[in-house]
């Protein structure tokens, strides 16, 4: 039977409140000096989200690198694409896009707000993407293709 060393207690599960567990397991703030370059984490989210669009890829794909709000909003978004791409008879076909710049805004620390400008064969877009430290990586938690 394990034993607890001298001078400490435990204390037991049912004393902690539902809120202290809850904030113990929910996702934690991290620190801009300890995540990774935002830039390239925005490149690669715009053109991920990009092919998601065009139905080349699955948002499953792109899950890990979305709260559940965005990732919600971003499946809604692709299966109206597909739908309108059924109407119409045309099939899925790869993208080709050239990222043209990435401005970003730091309101807070861990907290970017991005606009990366995206050049295709027919348009020019936009994507608005708002990007938080969290677990020590980037998360998107709000997506807009403009």
């Keep these: 039977m394990a034993t607890t060393p001298a001078g400490t207690a435990r204390v037991p599960y049912a004393s902690r409140s539902s809120a202290q567990v809850a904030e113990f397991f929910a996702p934690q703030r991290t620190p ?21 669009f065009a139905g080349v890829r699955e948002v499953d794909q792109l ?17 109206l694409a597909t739908r309108a791409r059924s109407a ?20 807070a620390d861990g907290i ?7 050049r295709g064969p027919a348009r020019t877009r936009a994507l ?11 998360r998107a938690t709000s997506l807009a293709l403009l």
């Design 112 to 118: 970017i707000e991005a606009v990366v400008i995206v």
């Design 128 to 138: 608005a993407v708002r990007i938080e430290g969290m677990d020590g990586r980037w």
């Design 88 to 107: 119409r008879g045309v099939a899925a076909k790869r993208p080709v896009h050239a990222i043209m710049s990435v401005h970003e805004s730091s309101p």
């Design 32 to 52: 801009s000096t300890a995540l990774p370059d935002s830039e390239t984490f925005l490149r690669n989210l715009t053109v991920g989200v990009l092919e998601v």
């Design 63 to 79: 899950a890990r690198w979305l709260t559940e709000d965005a990732y919600r909003k971003l499946l809604t978004r692709a299966n």
